[in-house]
Each structure stands twice: as C-alpha cells, then as structure tokens.
C-alpha cells in the first residue's frame, strides 16, 4: 500500500506565503571554487614524494544560494502585505532572535497532522523555481524527527516529480562522511542536508568534527563548505532548539534565511501564516476527539470492587448493564468476573456471598440518564469503586480499547480502512520479558491483552457481516499485537535511553522500525492492529490510522502538554488501503465521524476534557478570546472589487457595538450560540457600510476562539443497541453501512 498526495490549498498558502516575501527577487544562482577532498589527498601524497606540484589540484564548481537582493524596508514590506493577506499581526520592523544577525527569520505555524513536512519541502521545491535557490539544511531537535523527516521525502518522492520533473535526494549529515558535503556543494540543483542539533552543538566528539580541520577532508572543516554554500535554514520545531547557544552555533552556517516550522512556537519572528488547533479543527483538517474517562472513586454504600462498563437497550427487552465484580468461587479464590446484568440483580449472592457486597443490588437501571444505582448510589460508566489494585486498573483500560477498537473496525472494514491502536508503556517489562535462557515470555500487559481480546472477540462471533468476521477470526491473539522498542546489541528490547532533563528518547533502533513499518501497518494484511510502545518513544508515532490511544501510566500532573502530546500521536487524518485520505473533499460531512480518535483516558472524562482544552487555549496566545473593538482596530479589510480599507477606531467602535446589539456577542464580548451560527454561516447583520467588507470581516470574527471548539465528545455517552436477527440480513447490512457511523451496536 502507498500513500496518495494531493495538493491542499492551506499548503499551498503556506508555501505562497513566504515566497511572496521575496517579491522582486531575480532569479539566480552563485558559484564558486570546491577542491575535492580525494583529490587534494592524491595530490598532497604525489607532492610529498617529490612527483608534482601542490597547485595542480583538481577543481569542480559549487553552488551556492544568491543573496537576497532587495533592501531590508522592501522585505518588509512583503512580509506585511503577506500578514495583511493570512490576517495576522504586522511586523513593525524585521524581528530576528538577539543572537541572530544574519538572514531573516519566518515563523509558520501549523497544527500537528496538517502536513508541515510536506509543506516545507514543497516551499522548497519553490523557492528553485522562482528564485533559484538550491541549498537547504533541515535542522530537528531529535533522531526521531530526523527520522520521519527523512522518511517523508522517501514517501513524496514520486508525488514532487511529477509536478516538478526533479528528484530531491537528501542526506542524513554523518562526521564520518565528508564527502556528502562535497555532493551538497557540487549540485546544481536542489541539495537537503538533514541535521539534528546534537551534531553541531554538543560537547562530545562527533559534534566537534563539523569544526575541525579533518584529514579524510584534506584538512579543511566541513563547516566552512557548508557555510560557503550560503543555505536557507528550516528548523522543525524550534521551540525545542531555541536556546541562545544552539542559534549562536547557527550562524557558523552563514544562513541566506530561516525558516520556522512549528505548531507550538515560543517565540514569533515575522510570522507569515497560521494553520493552529482552531484553524485545524473547523476545516476539518484533523480528527475528532473523543474521550473514554475512568473515574476512580469511593463509596458510601460498598466496600465491594465495581466497575460500570456501559449501558445496553433493546426495543424488545429490558435495558441492561455491562458490570464487573469480584466473586469467590467453591475453592475459596476470588476473581473478577464480568457480566451482563439485569435490574434487581442481587451483588451479594451474584459474588458468592462476599461480605463486601452485603445488601448490594442493582436498584435501577437508567438507559436516559446512562447510570446504573446500587445502595442509592448513582455509577456511570467508566467509574470504578473500590480498587487500590492498579493491575485491575490496567486490565480495564486494556479492555476498553480493545471493546472501542473492535467497534470502530467493524464500522470502517467495508471502507477498506484499516483500524490501529496504540498502547504507550512506561517500561519494556510489562510488554516482553526474557528467561534465564533469553527466551522470550509475554509482560504483564500483553498477557492481559491476549486474554481480553480473546474473550471481547469470541462475542463478535455471528453478529457481524461474514467477511469482517473472517478478517477478525483470522489471526489469533497473539498476532495481532506487537511491540516498537530499542533493540540491544543481543537483539533484545529494552527501554530506550532518556537523557537528563528530557521526555523523548534519541534512540535510532526503535524509530528505524517505527518508520520502516508506516505503511505497512495500515495494511490488511499485515496481522498487526495493536501496538505497543514506549512512551519516551512517543515523537515517533503518527500513523494516520491510529484510531485509540492508550497511555497506560501514570497521569503527569506536572506536564503543560500531556494531554495534547497523547492525542497529537492519532491526529491525521486516516487513508484506506488504497492510500487516498479520508479527507473533507473526498466524504464531505462523514469526514468526523470516518476520523475520531478515542483516548482511553486514565482519569475522569471531565479531568481530561478540561486540561485539554487548557493546554490548546494556552496556543491560541495570538488569537482574541472575546469580540470587542480592538479586533477590529488598524486591520485590512478588502471588497470584491479588491479596494483595501484599513479600520480605524471610529469602524472599530461601530462594528463592536453592533454586534453586541444584534445579539451577536453579550455584554462581555463572549459569542453567543446565536451570534455563532450567523458568523459560521457569513450571515452576521453589519453597518451598511461595512457591507462591502463582509468576508474579511467574517474572516475576523472567526478568529475569535471561544473555548468550546476543542471540548471532545464523551464517549461514555454513547449508548450501546441490542440487535435482533435480522440485522446480520444482506438486505438489511448494504442500507445500514451507509448510514451506521453514528450508531454503535
């Protein structure tokens, strides 16, 4: 299977939006002297030995990017006209980091999932055409962006080809192989060299050889090749590479220009254009969120363990509640069991008279209000009562994401989607462990999972279509999960080295096999549909069809950004196994309910959906929270006819006390439901003369971020249908696979 590419308009934008900051520029390209390294070293060896002169050495040209020929107030002007066009605040002058003096800084922010990869090496592509420009350095923070950076020129190879007739092959910088840098030099067309900041600014060996002069090298520094080639620079998240010491190392580049790519920056310099979370979401530009909370509490009423699965109603039989509890058998053991339980179901005699669950029994069940009561006690699903066992806890939140994965594979199976989930684990251990003998044995929680998924699967069995059943019974347990870790020098997974101070792992042998198997994971035949990792290796993971997320840790309390680096792993949008994405274009309405990602949360529903929406408010710094005249004030609004009008305060003012009349926004400035639905719509009632102006001004009310865009759904809101016999029926199953995305069974 392989990926399909497209042009997105919002892609194109981006890479409009800085080429048009070079408006003007010609188009050429520099040259200068390059002695090849193997040469100079023949030569240097003849001379010594008295055979020729030194000075016959060989030459070939390199290439270098031309300097920027306009003058620094033309480039902003640009600059402002491009953030006049993308509505974002203008520069008031060219910003650049203290310890930057060469070149111009870019920023461009775009939301995890929306393609930020493919967008820059499209800019780069043309920023040749129109410019000439041909040498670009790539700069990550770690191997694991490294990795996928590289692998994504692998992936959009063929797709850059045939819009531009040229390949573009990059290297991966390597020490030990100067040479390379010979090859970037000597290309006249486009040359990448890929670079993470370690190589050039650390205190250990490898990092010191990009200064030194090198014997292989004919005793020059491969830092001054590089520097002589005047490269564009594009640095993939540099929020994490921003510290006064990394940008001071790269001006030893000598940048032509730089370019930030992020969808979290720190810091803004000239921003150009803006695709974040907000933006992201309502172009339908990433998956749907929703969230499997398990709320871990006590109780008044039992000492009993209890765990409230889900609600089940029938059109022909009472309501039913999936209900876990603990049970002793005849030889004195206790386990926990699960079943199907009925109203008045009597806990006490159900468990084999366990003391803890005296005078326990199921008082209602409520399929409208989607809770169960027992001894007066409301429990919803997701709750659990009683449990200081956090194997229990796991064994749970295991069970979940298979039940939600299994659901959402039979919806997507005759779509040709293929449906992954992913588990993160704190250590090897629980997944894989080893005898004495270096045999290997499942870990605590792949033995948990093989045996729930073997028993969630054996009740799919007869009420699904024959060919997904087929597909489902195909592979055993055992096969249909495995594990990404870092691999010792014996072959054996281990946990990946974290260094001090850091979350993410640098560990190559984990991402070489995360990336190798990208594509070959979304197959239907490759057995593999659960997958488990480490969760320093998390940087890794973003396979488009990765529907569940799983963390089964410990919530972080200290972390700012927890919550979203978990379901950034799932964001992008999913592809069938023909690889074409399941995108807006192609499915119109269905394209949230084809992609939602489920977060099997290891705390409340409410505990997450409030420190997620937390942690995206806390990137919409830019953005206004309310309307009110300042919104308005000083922008560039345009007519059909294209005539500019720039709003002064006297506009502002008219404009903010409008909407607040017309019930757009209340007296605080917050959007009301109405006001929501007119400005979604472009409906909203204006001053007459500002009529002319509606879709700019449109435009900027839905900047306004209100806080409940991002609000995922509560997926244990979801209430689960009892079938009767004749929904496996042909004729019933072809109507249903229309229109079954919102319903589960």
């Given at each position: 299977m392989k990926l399909q590419f497209k042009e997105q308009d919002f892609q194109l934008q981006a890479v409009q939006a800085i080429t048009d900051?070079?408006?003007?520029?010609?188009?050429?390209?520099?040259?200068?002297?390059?002695?090849?390294?193997?040469?100079?070293?023949?030569?240097?060896?003849?001379?010594?030995?008295?055979?020729?002169s030194m000075f016959d050495v060989e030459e070939e040209i390199g290439y270098r990017n031309a300097p920027v020929q306009q003058l620094e107030t033309q480039i902003l002007k640009n600059i402002?006209?491009?953030?006049?066009?993308?509505?974002?605040?203008?520069?008031?002058?060219?910003?650049?980091?203290?310890?930057?003096?060469?070149?111009?800084?870019?920023?461009?922010?775009?939301?995890?999932?929306?393609?930020?990869?493919?967008?820059?090496?499209?800019?780069?592509?043309?920023?040749?055409?129109?410019?000439?420009?041909?040498?670009?350095?790539?700069?990550?923070?770690?191997?694991?962006?490294?990795?996928?950076?590289?692998?994504?020129?692998?992936?959009?190879?063929?797709?850059?080809?045939?819009?531009?007739?040229?390949?573009?092959?990059?290297?991966?910088?390597?020490?030990?192989?100067?040479?390379?840098?010979?090859?970037?030099?000597?290309?006249?067309?486009?040359?990448?060299?890929?670079?993470?900041?370690?190589?050039?600014?650390?205190?250990?060996?490898?990092?010191?050889?990009?200064?030194?002069?090198?014997?292989?090298?004919?005793?020059r520094r491969p830092i001054d090749i590089i520097a002589q080639t005047n490269p564009i620079l594009i640095i993939d998240e540099p929020q994490s590479v921003d510290g006064a010491k990394t940008l001071e190392s790269m001006q030893n580049f000598n940048p032509l220009f730089t370019l930030r790519y992020s969808a979290t920056h720190k810091v803004d310099y000239n921003k150009v254009f803006r695709l974040d979370a907000l933006d992201a979401y309502n172009k339908r530009l990433v998956k749907k969120i929703q969230v499997k909370g398990i709320n871990l509490k006590g109780s008044t009423g039992t000492n009993g363990y209890l765990y409230l699965e889900h609600i089940s109603l029938s059109t022909t039989k009472p309501p039913f509640a999936v209900v876990e509890f603990e049970k002793r058998s005849t030889t004195g053991s206790i386990k926990k069991v699960r079943q199907k339980l009925s109203e008045g179901a009597n806990l006490y005699q159900l468990s084999g008279n366990m003391p803890a669950y005296k005078n326990q029994s199921i008082t209602e069940i409520n399929g409208y209000l989607n809770k169960i009561v027992v001894s007066g006690q409301d429990i919803y699903p997701g709750d659990i009562l009683n449990d200081k066992d956090e194997h229990a806890f796991r064994r749970v939140q295991i069970r979940e994401c298979i039940i939600s994965h299994l659901q959402k594979e039979r919806q997507l199976f005759a779509k040709g989607i293929k449906v992954l989930s992913l588990f993160f684990i704190d250590?090897?251990?629980?997944?894989?462990?080893?005898?004495?003998?270096?045999?290997?044995?499942?870990?605590?929680?792949?033995?948990?999972?093989?045996?729930?998924?073997?028993?969630?699967?054996?009740?799919?069995?007869?009420?699904?279509?024959?060919?997904?059943?087929?597909?489902?019974?195909?592979?055993?347990?055992?096969?249909?999960?495995?594990?990404?870790?870092?691999?010792?020098?014996k072959g054996k997974i281990v946990d990946p080295t974290v260094k001090r101070g850091q979350e993410d792992s640098d560990d190559i042998s984990a991402y070489d096999l995360i990336m190798k198997d990208k594509e070959r994971l979304m197959s239907f035949e490759e057995p593999t549909r659960f997958i488990f990792s480490h969760s320093a290796l998390k940087?890794?993971?973003?396979?488009?069809?990765?529907?569940q997320i799983c963390a089964l840790k410990q919530a972080e309390s200290g972390s700012l950004t927890r919550r979203r680096q978990e379901v950034g792993r799932g964001m992008r949008l999913c592809v069938d196994n023909r690889g074409i994405r399941q995108d807006f274009e192609l499915i119109g309405e269905q394209v949230h309910e084809v992609n939602k990602l489920t977060v099997i949360a290891s705390e409340s529903y409410e505990e997450f959906a409030k420190g997620l929406q937390k942690e995206i408010a806390a990137t919409l710094k830019d953005r206004p929270m309310k309307i009110e005249a300042k919104v308005f004030l000083n922008k560039m609004v345009v007519n059909d006819k294209g005539e500019e009008y720039r709003i002064d305060e006297l506009g502002a003012s008219l404009l903010n006390n409008t909407l607040m009349f017309e019930r757009v926004a209340d007296v605080s400035g917050k959007i009301t439901p109405e006001g929501k639905e007119l400005i979604e719509n472009n409906t909203v009632p204006l001053p007459e003369q500002f009529e002319p102006y509606r879709e700019s001004i449109c435009k900027l009310l839905k900047s306004v971020y209100t806080g409940q865009e991002f609000k995922p759904e509560d997926e244990r809101q979801t209430i689960v249908l009892d079938t009767n016999d004749n929904f496996n029926k042909k004729e019933f199953q072809e109507p249903w696979d229309k229109i079954n995305l919102k319903t589960i069974y």
């Open positions: 900051c070079f408006k003007g520029q010609a188009k050429k390209s520099n040259k200068f002297t390059l002695e090849r390294s193997k040469e100079l070293l023949k030569k240097a060896k003849e001379a010594a030995s008295g055979l020729q402002q006209e491009v953030q006049k066009g993308n509505n974002l605040l203008e520069s008031q002058q060219i910003e650049r980091p203290n310890v930057s003096k060469q070149g111009y800084n870019l920023t461009i922010e775009m939301e995890t999932g929306t393609g930020k990869t493919y967008s820059y090496i499209r800019t780069m592509y043309e920023l040749y055409e129109q410019y000439g420009w041909s040498k670009f350095i790539i700069i990550v923070p770690s191997i694991a962006i490294r990795e996928g950076v590289y692998k994504s020129f692998q992936l959009t190879q063929e797709h850059f080809q045939e819009k531009y007739q040229h390949k573009v092959r990059p290297f991966i910088y390597n020490s030990s192989r100067p040479q390379d840098i010979e090859n970037f030099a000597s290309d006249s067309k486009i040359s990448v060299m890929i670079i993470n900041t370690q190589a050039f600014n650390a205190r250990g060996k490898d990092a010191r050889r990009i200064y030194q002069e090198l014997d292989q090298f004919g005793s250590s090897v251990e629980k997944y894989r462990i080893y005898g004495e003998d270096g045999e290997q044995q499942l870990g605590e929680y792949a033995t948990i999972f093989e045996e729930e998924y073997a028993k969630l699967r054996e009740e799919e069995r007869d009420l699904t279509l024959p060919e997904y059943e087929a597909y489902l019974f195909r592979d055993d347990a055992a096969k249909v999960h495995n594990g990404y870790f870092s691999i010792d020098k940087e890794g993971w973003d396979n488009p069809n990765v529907f």
